[in-house]
């Protein structure tokens, strides 16, 4: 496969997950610490939330500092069934007070994420136009939460058909990295309807992982993931120290296959001195 036309050197396509989606953060900031920056970003769900904020500029820790100092888990609407449990009516006011603008255009690293469009059935990759809305949307998780209506159409989470946005960019980059945060080995004692909705939304979307996982140069995978629920919101530090640890541990596998020169090896490992 010949990639020397294409326009970026590092890719990075982040998973949804709920609360899981903060060990996106600690994988960022572990590939910060070695110098490695993503050039184009790819997001569905919790990944789409962290990749915007991202892609707008924010450095990694500035955005554990905001999911820690918001509350997200307090921030959620819980409300009486209609289409959802919950909505997310009050994350509009967090993505305006750190985003400059609505609009991917004002984005310092190109990113995009996915949506379902419930009418038509289809996925739909949004990279263009007004960037809030799609980014509610895709966060969206069916039933749990309440769909979002643009335009007459109803949207939900973009991981009913893609849980791990790999394919959307994965012609823009040279080495892309992808990172999944719901880690599906097999459980036992799975009782009460959190749980049993836990792991009936994992194993749906981990249908079409193993086909990102292929389109993937380099996968982080961390099997701790699983120890994690939805809401687990309140266990931030924990969640995040995982992707940061787990990176970290593999970074010299990184630079192998990512064709690093020796002079770039020497130098980002000995940075971590």
């Given at each position: 496969?010949?990639?020397?036309?294409?326009?970026y050197?590092?890719?990075?396509?982040?998973s949804?997950?709920?609360?899981?989606?903060?060990?996106?953060?600690?994988?960022?900031?572990?590939?910060?610490?070695?110098?490695?920056?993503?050039?184009?970003?790819?997001?569905?769900?919790?990944g789409?939330?962290?990749?915007?904020?991202?892609?707008?500029?924010m450095?990694p820790?500035?955005?554990?500092?905001?999911?820690?100092?918001?509350?997200?888990?307090?921030?959620?609407?819980?409300?009486i069934?209609?289409?959802?449990?919950?909505?997310?009516?009050?994350?509009?006011?967090?993505?305006?007070?750190?985003?400059?603008?609505?609009?991917?255009?004002?984005?310092?690293?190109?990113?995009c994420c996915?949506?379902?469009?419930?009418?038509?059935?289809?996925m739909?990759?949004?990279?263009?136009?007004?960037?809030?809305?799609?980014?509610?949307?895709?966060?969206?998780?069916?039933?749990?939460?309440?769909?979002?209506?643009?335009?007459g159409?109803?949207?939900?989470?973009?991981?009913?058909?893609?849980?791990?946005?790999?394919?959307?960019?994965?012609?823009?980059?040279?080495?892309?990295?992808?990172v999944?945060?719901?880690?599906?080995?097999?459980?036992?004692?799975?009782?009460?309807?959190?749980?049993?909705?836990?792991?009936?939304?994992r194993?749906?979307?981990?249908?079409?992982?193993?086909?990102?996982?292929?389109?993937?140069?380099f996968?982080?995978?961390?099997?701790?993931?699983?120890?994690?629920?939805?809401?687990?919101?309140?266990?931030?530090?924990?969640?995040?120290?995982?992707?940061f640890?787990?990176?970290?541990?593999?970074?010299?596998?990184?630079?192998?296959?990512?064709?690093?020169?020796?002079?770039?090896?020497?130098?980002?490992?000995?940075?971590?001195n």
């Open positions: 496969m010949n990639t020397e036309n294409r326009p050197k590092f890719g990075i396509a982040l949804g997950g709920g609360a899981r989606g903060i060990l996106h953060i600690g994988v960022l900031e572990a590939l910060r610490k070695y110098g490695i920056h993503p050039e184009v970003v790819s997001g569905t769900s919790m789409a939330l962290v990749g915007a904020f991202y892609a707008s500029g450095k820790l500035q955005i554990l500092d905001l999911v820690k100092s918001s509350k997200l888990h307090r921030m959620i609407n819980w409300k069934p209609a289409n959802g449990l919950l909505d997310l009516k009050k994350l509009l006011p967090i993505l305006q007070k750190y985003i400059p603008e609505d609009d991917f255009a004002c984005l310092k690293t190109p990113f996915t949506v379902t469009n419930l009418n038509s059935g289809q739909e990759v949004k990279s263009s136009g007004q960037l809030f809305q799609w980014i509610l949307a895709s966060a969206s998780i069916p039933v749990i939460f309440e769909p979002q209506v643009i335009d159409t109803t949207y939900v989470d973009g991981g009913l058909f893609s849980s791990l946005p790999a394919e959307c960019i994965r012609n823009q980059c040279r080495f892309l990295i992808g999944h945060v719901n880690r599906n080995d097999p459980e036992e004692n799975i009782q009460g309807f959190k749980a049993i909705a836990e792991r009936s939304f194993l749906v979307f981990a249908k079409n992982v193993d086909e990102s996982f292929a389109l993937c140069d996968i982080i995978d961390p099997p701790q993931t699983r120890l994690f629920n939805t809401f687990d919101f309140g266990k931030a530090d924990e969640i995040y120290r995982i992707g640890d787990e990176t970290e541990q593999k970074i010299a596998e990184l630079f192998k296959l990512s064709n690093l020169d020796n002079k770039s090896k020497n130098e980002l490992l000995q940075s971590r």
